[in-house]
């Protein structure tokens, strides 16, 4: 499994690489060729363009770039395209994997979602938005169950939020 610290990434205002263990106050970026190193999803499903800012075992903030080229708006629905809230959802999630798959003593495998609480839909999310999704660790237990925080907005308005529980599938 790879982990973050194989990773230098581009700092965006030098051009120079910063490792993710450095703890000057730059944030670091993960391009989307780094996140699928670090994550199995693959088109239709990889939701995460970009990560802008991560803490090591604490939060990670991603963004998505929504187009109308996703294959969801063919039906989604037509002529009032609206990502649906199951995609919101699993975009914020899989903000989430950085931090959970990247933790000390995470064990080989695959986590995948346990359950969803108190998630809301606050706003529309439509084409040409850019959704950012923030992802927060609030507890793992036994390195095998994680429980995040997760917010996602457009424009700096809350598009969703809600809490979501994984656990490693062997």
Do not use: C, W
Not at 109 to 130: E, M, S, Y
Request: glycine letters at 8%.
């Amino acid at each position: 499994m790879s982990t973050l610290t194989d990773v230098n990434t581009p700092n965006n205002s030098t051009g120079t690489t910063k490792d993710v263990n450095d703890d000057s106050s730059t944030k670091t970026v993960l391009t989307v060729e780094d996140i699928h190193k670090l994550l199995p999803h693959r088109y239709p499903f990889a939701l995460v363009d970009r990560i802008i800012d991560y803490v090591p075992g604490k939060r990670a903030v991603g963004i998505k770039n929504v187009t109308f080229n996703e294959p969801f708006f063919q039906g989604h629905f037509p002529g009032r395209p609206l990502m649906p809230g199951v995609m919101i959802v699993e975009a914020m999630a899989q903000v989430g994997g950085i931090v959970l798959t990247q933790m000390p003593d995470s064990p080989e495998g695959l986590f995948v979602f346990a359950g969803i609480d108190k998630v809301r839909f606050r706003r529309p999310v439509v084409p040409g938005d850019q959704l950012v999704m923030t992802a927060e660790l609030l507890s793992i237990k036994r390195s095998r169950f994680g429980k995040m925080h997760s917010v996602a907005t457009v424009d700096g308005k809350k598009a969703a939020e809600g809490e979501l529980m994984f656990s490693i599938v062997d």
